[in-house]
């Protein structure tokens, strides 16, 4: 069983900065190979992806986010990260991670709340 794990949120002023980590655990998942992305529900929202990365690095994002948001990972230590910057208000929402094309259980999320 894979078991995901987000952390990083918090509360930040509009125009700052977050970093938040998704770490993966699971004998059966090989995380390294997997497109990984990050996924935001906004209240009273669908879940949306925000940015997903690809086995051999490759990034997408949409236009909501693009310039400031930045996806990583870390094969080593299955381990994706999202670097916010400057965040506004409809950026709220608890983010969530998860492989793109492997239908994984989802985590708690972490909360961010941007305040205006």
């Known amino acids: 069983q894979v078991q995901l794990v987000e952390s990083g949120g918090g509360l930040v002023q509009a125009g700052g900065s977050l970093r938040l980590s998704c770490a993966a655990s699971g004998s059966i998942f090989s995380f390294s190979r997997n497109a990984m992305g990050w996924y935001r529900q906004a209240p009273g929202k669908q879940r949306e992806l925000v940015a997903r990365i690809f086995a051999g690095g490759n990034t997408i994002y949409p236009d909501s986010v693009k310039g400031r948001f930045t996806i990583s990972r870390d094969n080593a230590k299955n381990t994706m990260y999202l670097q916010m910057n400057s965040l506004k208000p409809e950026d709220t929402g608890v983010y969530y991670c998860?492989?793109?094309?492997?239908?994984?259980?989802w985590g708690q999320g972490t909360q961010v709340t941007v305040s205006s």
């Open positions: 998860n492989a793109i094309y492997s239908s994984l259980d």
